[in-house]
């Protein structure tokens, strides 16, 4: 059931980030739409990251040749490259995740990488900086200091926001472990006090006086 909610995740996400290449007027998706992914890399193994990579490529291909006029042409090329290279980029994160711990910095960094990869598809903006249209941050960002720094820092935000939201679950979930903590306390003074008092008041009874010893 997991598997299967996450795989919907992964077929929205890339259907939201084809949207967002497609219209201007939804650049805030392209901040978001990548959640899935990296959640992906932060608990899976890079085998199974890897699969989840290749999955959202292979649907964000159909998303963007049968539901979103973009730019990429439908062909068994376009969908060979825009499959296997979100799942290479999916398997080292995982690996790298695996060895060092989840870095959104890294991993944003790792995302250049994937942009320079599918520049055959013919996207002008390339992914993530496509998301953005013609918004503030890319003739900011964009027009200073290239698209794919725009890119960087989406794939930055987030990488960072699953950071936070797990963070934020291990805080919800952690303070379980504290009324086990508190039994454990209570239950090892509740056994052992008896034991202790029935010591001191052993001890604090009085002896008898000595036998005089006869003549």
């Given at each position: 059931?997991?598997?299967?909610?996450?795989?919907?995740?992964?077929?929205?996400?890339?259907?939201?980030?084809?949207?967002?290449?497609?219209?201007?007027?939804?650049?805030?998706?392209?901040?978001?739409?990548?959640?899935p992914l990296f959640y992906g890399i932060r608990v899976l193994s890079p085998a199974r990251a890897m699969i989840s990579g290749v999955f959202w490529g292979a649907c964000l291909f159909v998303a963007s040749v049968a539901f979103a006029r973009t730019e990429i042409a439908p062909s068994f090329g376009s969908f060979s490259l825009l499959s296997l290279i979100p799942g290479v980029y999916c398997y080292f994160g995982a690996a790298l995740t695996r060895r060092i711990g989840f870095s959104p910095y890294?991993?944003?960094?790792?995302?250049?990488?994937?942009?320079?990869?599918?520049?055959?598809l013919g996207l002008n903006h390339g992914l993530l900086a496509g998301t953005q249209g013609d918004g503030f941050v890319v003739r900011v960002v964009g027009n200073f200091a290239?698209?794919?720094?725009?890119?960087?820092?989406?794939?930055?935000?987030?990488a960072t926001l699953?950071?936070?939201?797990?963070?934020?679950?291990?805080?919800?979930?952690?303070?379980?472990?504290?009324?086990?903590?508190?039994?454990?306390?209570?239950?090892?003074?509740?056994?052992?006090?008896?034991?202790?008092?029935?010591?001191?008041?052993?001890?604090?009874?009085p002896r008898a006086p000595p036998i005089r010893a006869l003549p």
């Open positions: 059931m997991k598997a299967l909610v996450f795989a919907m995740a992964l077929a929205a996400s890339a259907y939201l980030m084809a949207l967002a290449i497609e219209s201007p007027q939804r650049v805030w998706l392209g901040w978001v739409t990548l959640l890294l991993l944003a960094l790792g995302w250049i990488a994937v942009e320079f990869a599918i520049r055959p290239g698209y794919v720094l725009v890119a960087f820092l989406v794939a930055l935000v987030n699953v950071f936070i939201l797990s963070g934020v679950r291990l805080s919800f979930t952690s303070p379980r472990l504290v009324p086990k903590a508190a039994i454990t306390v209570k239950s090892f003074f509740v056994n052992e006090l008896p034991s202790y008092l029935l010591h001191l008041i052993r001890a604090s009874q």
